[in-house]
């Protein structure tokens, strides 16, 4: 059975900090790579930061380099994504999504395919 549960959104100033979290069904942790991903009005969806399953190798955008970070407890079957030094262009609907391939860019970002399954996502807002 396929479960993907966002939770942890909400407002916050500039500067602070969220912890979003990710409750996948056994099923979805199996498929080895989830990520976070986010989609602020008017723009495309685009990736976050993701996390192997099995041997917990992490990839993140430049944009949030060295401010977000994953990570998961595989007895939970959870994935976590602690935001810390929020800002206004951080605010955007933020989905947890699983099922897909993913590889580092020279950039030091990452490339990955559409994600097959995704949940329904939790609203950030972070206010200037």
């Known amino acids: 059975q396929v479960q993907l549960v966002e939770s942890g959104g909400g407002l916050v100033q500039s500067g602070g900090s969220l912890r979003l979290s990710c409750a996948a069904s056994?099923?979805?942790?199996?498929?080895?790579?989830i990520g976070w991903f986010r989609q602020a009005p008017g723009k495309e969806r685009e990736g976050v930061s993701c996390?192997?399953?099995?041997?917990?190798?992490?990839y993140y955008s430049n944009s949030v380099k060295g401010r977000f970070t994953i990570s998961r407890d595989n007895a939970k079957n959870t994935v976590y994504l602690q935001m810390n030094n929020l800002k206004p262009d951080d605010s955007a609907i933020y989905y947890c999504?699983?099922?897909?391939?993913?590889?580092?860019?020279?950039?030091?970002?990452?490339?990955?395919?559409?994600?097959?399954?995704w949940g329904q996502g939790t609203q950030v807002t972070v206010s200037s």
């Open positions: 996390i192997s399953i099995s041997d917990g190798r992490t």
């Open positions: 999504a699983a099922d897909f391939e993913v590889w580092g860019a020279n950039s030091g970002s990452y490339f990955y395919t559409p994600p097959k399954y």
């Open positions: 056994r099923f979805v942790m199996d498929h080895n790579i």
